[in-house]
Protein backbone atom coordinates (compact mmCIF):
# COMPACT_ATOMS: atom_id res chain seq x y z
CA UNK A 1 0.00 0.00 0.00
CA UNK A 2 0.98 3.14 -1.14
CA UNK A 3 2.22 6.00 2.28
CA UNK A 4 1.96 9.27 2.30
CA UNK A 5 4.44 10.76 5.37
CA UNK A 6 4.45 14.71 5.24
CA UNK A 7 6.34 17.20 7.62
CA UNK A 8 7.32 20.48 8.50
CA UNK A 9 4.14 22.26 10.18
CA UNK A 10 4.18 23.86 13.29
CA UNK A 11 3.04 26.80 15.14
CA UNK A 12 4.13 30.20 13.78
CA UNK A 13 3.09 34.35 13.56
CA UNK A 14 1.47 35.83 10.63
CA UNK A 15 3.94 36.48 8.15
CA UNK A 16 6.14 33.53 8.39
CA UNK A 17 7.06 30.89 6.03
CA UNK A 18 6.62 27.46 5.99
CA UNK A 19 7.94 24.80 4.05
CA UNK A 20 6.06 21.49 3.85
CA UNK A 21 7.55 17.92 2.25
CA UNK A 22 5.26 14.63 1.42
CA UNK A 23 7.52 11.78 0.54
CA UNK A 24 5.29 8.83 -1.36
CA UNK A 25 6.19 5.34 -1.44
CA UNK A 26 5.69 4.66 -4.95
CA UNK A 27 8.17 3.87 -8.13
CA UNK A 28 4.65 5.87 -10.19
CA UNK A 29 5.09 9.06 -8.07
CA UNK A 30 6.73 10.54 -11.22
CA UNK A 31 3.47 9.74 -13.31
CA UNK A 32 0.66 11.10 -10.66
CA UNK A 33 -0.28 14.68 -10.93
CA UNK A 34 0.14 15.49 -6.88
CA UNK A 35 -2.09 17.55 -4.48
CA UNK A 36 -1.78 19.48 -1.58
CA UNK A 37 -4.80 20.01 0.71
CA UNK A 38 -5.69 21.35 3.72
CA UNK A 39 -8.53 20.73 6.84
CA UNK A 40 -9.46 23.65 9.17
CA UNK A 41 -11.66 22.58 12.44
CA UNK A 42 -15.30 22.23 11.42
CA UNK A 43 -14.51 22.45 7.50
CA UNK A 44 -14.12 20.22 4.53
CA UNK A 45 -11.05 18.79 3.02
CA UNK A 46 -9.87 21.61 0.35
CA UNK A 47 -7.26 21.71 -2.66
CA UNK A 48 -4.91 24.09 -2.42
CA UNK A 49 -2.33 23.56 -4.65
CA UNK A 50 -1.70 20.87 -7.69
CA UNK A 51 0.92 19.97 -9.58
CA UNK A 52 1.08 17.75 -12.92
CA UNK A 53 3.30 15.08 -14.00
CA UNK A 54 7.35 15.70 -15.41
CA UNK A 55 10.02 17.92 -13.92
CA UNK A 56 8.31 21.23 -14.25
CA UNK A 57 4.83 19.72 -14.03
CA UNK A 58 2.42 22.48 -14.54
CA UNK A 59 0.57 24.42 -11.42
CA UNK A 60 -2.41 25.15 -10.19
CA UNK A 61 -3.66 27.25 -6.94
CA UNK A 62 -6.69 28.19 -4.72
CA UNK A 63 -7.42 32.15 -4.97
CA UNK A 64 -6.67 32.10 -1.55
CA UNK A 65 -3.21 30.94 -1.57
CA UNK A 66 -2.14 32.39 -4.87
CA UNK A 67 1.10 34.52 -4.79
CA UNK A 68 2.14 32.94 -1.55
CA UNK A 69 1.86 29.16 -1.95
CA UNK A 70 4.44 27.12 -4.13
CA UNK A 71 4.22 23.40 -4.54
CA UNK A 72 7.15 21.86 -6.40
CA UNK A 73 7.98 18.27 -7.02
CA UNK A 74 11.38 16.16 -7.04
CA UNK A 75 10.60 12.89 -8.84
CA UNK A 76 14.16 11.49 -7.76
CA UNK A 77 13.73 11.38 -4.15
CA UNK A 78 9.33 10.53 -4.29
CA UNK A 79 8.71 14.21 -2.56
CA UNK A 80 6.32 17.18 -2.99
CA UNK A 81 7.07 20.06 -1.51
CA UNK A 82 4.63 23.30 -0.16
CA UNK A 83 6.46 26.54 0.07
CA UNK A 84 3.94 28.83 2.29
CA UNK A 85 5.26 32.66 2.50
CA UNK A 86 3.10 35.15 4.06
CA UNK A 87 0.80 32.65 6.35
CA UNK A 88 -2.39 34.19 7.61
CA UNK A 89 -4.37 32.64 10.93
CA UNK A 90 -7.12 31.48 7.72
CA UNK A 91 -4.17 29.07 6.84
CA UNK A 92 -4.53 27.12 10.36
CA UNK A 93 -5.23 23.57 9.47
CA UNK A 94 -4.08 20.14 8.80
CA UNK A 95 -2.20 19.69 5.78
CA UNK A 96 -1.96 16.51 3.31
CA UNK A 97 -0.77 15.84 0.13
CA UNK A 98 -2.25 13.09 -1.82
CA UNK A 99 -2.68 12.03 -5.96
CA UNK A 100 -4.48 14.37 -7.08
CA UNK A 101 -8.22 13.31 -8.92
CA UNK A 102 -7.98 9.60 -7.41
CA UNK A 103 -6.91 9.94 -3.99
CA UNK A 104 -4.89 7.07 -2.25
CA UNK A 105 -5.56 6.78 1.46
CA UNK A 106 -4.70 9.87 3.29
CA UNK A 107 -1.71 9.88 5.93
CA UNK A 108 -1.56 11.95 8.43
CA UNK A 109 -0.79 15.42 7.67
CA UNK A 110 0.96 17.61 9.36
CA UNK A 111 -0.60 20.50 11.52
CA UNK A 112 0.64 24.27 10.34
CA UNK A 113 -1.14 27.00 12.93
CA UNK A 114 -0.78 29.98 12.09
CA UNK A 115 -1.57 32.73 15.65
CA UNK A 116 0.07 35.28 16.89
Known amino acids: QVQLVESGGGVVQPGASLTLSCVIS????????MGWYRQAPGEQRELVARIGVGRSGTTHYDDSVKGRFTISRDNANNVVYLQMKALKPEDTAIYYCNKFGDNLAWGQGTQVTVSS
Open 26 to 33: TSLFSLWP
